[in-house]
Each structure stands twice: as C-alpha cells, then as structure tokens.
C-alpha cells in the first residue's frame, strides 16, 4: 500500500496524475494537518474515557497555529504532551488552564539533525509516523510533503527508545 501510495505521489510531481487520495502515507498540502489533527483529538478521546493517551512529536519547527491550538485542547483534557524541538517553537509550555500538560524540549548540539517523529500512544497501540514535514504554514499548506506510518513493533520500540532518550538529555537539552 506505501508502494503504490509513492507511486501515486511521484505521478502527482511529474504531472501525471492529480490524485490526492493515499491509503496509508499523509501528503500535504492535503492531509498532513488534518491528519495529525484528527490523531491528537483521538488522544483526547482515549484520555477522557480513561484509556492511555500521550502524545509526543519531534520537529524542527513548529509554528502552525491549527497544531498547536489541538496540542493545547490535548493538554487541557489532561493528555500529557511532549515536543522535541531543534528551533522555531511557537508553543508555550506549562501555562496553567492552557498548556500545563505541555514540555517542550530543545537540544542543540554539534550536529544538524533533521528527523521528524510524531508519536501517539492510542491507547496502547502506538500509531507512529515519520516524515519530512515540519509543523509550520509553509510546509503545510504550500509544498509537497509526506507522513509515513511506522507498523513494525521493533521499529515502534527502537523510536519509542529513541524519544525517551531523547527526552531525558540533561546534559544538551533544556526546556523551554
């Protein structure tokens, strides 16, 4: 299904073909937003009815108000919220009645890292998804970019292992 997902995407660059509708990976300008939004109401959804709910995301940036007004909904229905964040952050954490569920994270280091992660704990069955696009206006609404869901258990385990780490750096990492 990714397999021809890419096909249908490279069909879109070359001209080929308009099609919007992918059945596993998330293409803006069309569906990244909506799909991450759609997820992280999904947390809020498992917190409320008492199941296990978590989100966490790491990006280079993220700045797009739509986001970052669902991250805020999730903190205050109580969902813990973590974001990794290398640089522009338009998020402010631990603002109480609005965002005290919210850590933001920043480690700067000697190596440019550009990998992005979108984690959601669905209530025990991680939905994971890697990609290119950052959470800002530009990437969302005026380019091409792709979300790829991760199935695989011991790759969910290996990025789960990688954002723990991650978010326990004490020694590069601060938070905002």
Same mark, same amino acid.
């Given at each position: 299904a990714?397999?021809?997902?890419?096909s249908? %995407?490279f069909?879109?660059l070359?001209?080929?073909? %308009?099609t919007?509708d992918?059945?596993? +990976? %998330?293409v $803006?300008?069309?569906?990244v937003?909506s799909?991450?939004?759609?997820?992280?109401?999904r947390?809020?959804?498992h917190?409320?009815?008492g199941r296990r #709910?978590t989100?966490?995301f790491?990006?280079?940036?993220?700045?797009?108000? &739509?986001i970052i007004?669902?991250l805020?909904?999730?903190?205050q #229905?109580?969902v813990p919220?973590?974001?990794?964040?290398?640089?522009?952050?338009?998020?402010? #954490?631990?603002?109480p009645?609005?965002?005290?569920?919210?850590?933001?994270?920043?480690? +700067?280091g000697?190596f =440019?890292?550009?990998?992005?992660?979108?984690w959601?704990e669905?209530d025990g069955?991680?939905?994971?998804?890697i990609?290119? $696009?950052?959470?800002m206006?530009?990437? +969302?609404?005026e380019?091409i970019e792709?979300?790829?869901?991760?199935?695989?258990?011991?790759?969910v385990?290996?990025?789960?292992?990688? %954002?723990?780490?991650? =978010?326990?750096d004490? &020694?590069?990492?601060?938070?905002?």
């Open positions: 990714v397999g021809d997902d890419v249908k %995407l069909n879109v070359t001209g080929y073909s %308009l919007t992918y059945q596993r +990976l %998330l $803006a300008p069309h569906s937003r799909g991450l939004i759609e997820r992280i109401d947390e809020i959804d917190h409320q009815q #709910a989100i966490r790491k990006v280079n940036s993220i700045v797009d108000e &739509r007004d669902a805020y909904r999730a903190s #229905a109580g919220v973590d974001v990794l964040v290398r640089g522009i952050c338009g998020i402010k #954490a631990g603002v009645g609005l965002s005290e569920n919210i850590r933001v994270r920043s480690i +700067l000697r =440019l890292e550009h990998s992005r992660i979108y959601f669905n069955e991680p939905d994971v998804w990609g290119s $696009a950052d959470l206006k530009r990437n +969302l609404d380019r792709v979300l790829a869901p991760i199935r695989r258990p011991e790759h385990n290996q990025l789960e292992s990688l %954002l723990d780490i991650l =978010l326990s004490r &020694r590069q990492g601060w938070d905002l």
